[in-house]
């Protein structure tokens, strides 16, 4: 079964948590795609991933964009997987896809801040576990870092 992670942000904003975690991924080798909510939100993480670090970016493709396979790390609001992606980032209420198996790791992040949103997490949590997936929960510290707690 695949990993499933969940990111509760209490402390960070997603726009500062999120580019290190994709980093982190890519330093292991995984293709990333980033599930964003909508279009909307797929705009705005295309940007972030292309402006978070003034030295750097995260090379990256989005909807739209061909040949999908060729990104490394590619950004879309559906559930697909355009770049054969082995980790999948899943932001907060995004429908996950219908069949994991294809990912090593996903990573589901949620603003803590929004009730809604949490439900929606506990509710994906509950409905994963039932499938046997092997879960894991973190949580942020007060200074931002993340430690796990399940």
């Not at 994991?100 to 949490?118: I, S, Y």
Request: glycine share 4%; net charge negative; with cysteine.
């Amino acid at each position: 079964m695949t990993e499933v992670t969940f990111y509760h942000l209490t402390e960070t904003a997603l726009d500062d948590a999120l580019p290190g975690l994709v980093v982190k991924a890519r330093e292991r080798g995984w293709r990333v795609t980033v599930q964003a909510e909508d279009e909307t939100a797929a705009q705005e993480l295309d940007a972030l991933l292309w402006s978070f670090d003034p030295v750097s970016f995260l090379p990256h493709g989005r909807d739209g964009d061909v040949p999908q396979e060729d990104h490394p790390v590619f950004v879309t609001a559906t559930s697909d997987n355009p770049n054969k992606s082995a980790m999948r980032f899943v932001i907060n209420r995004c429908i996950l896809p219908t069949d994991l198996t294809p990912f090593e790791r996903v990573a589901l992040m949620f603003d803590g801040k929004d009730m809604d949103v949490v439900a929606d997490a506990r509710e994906k949590w509950k409905h994963l576990k039932t499938q046997g997936h092997a879960l894991a929960y973190w949580k942020q510290t007060p200074e931002g870092k993340w430690e796990k707690a399940a």
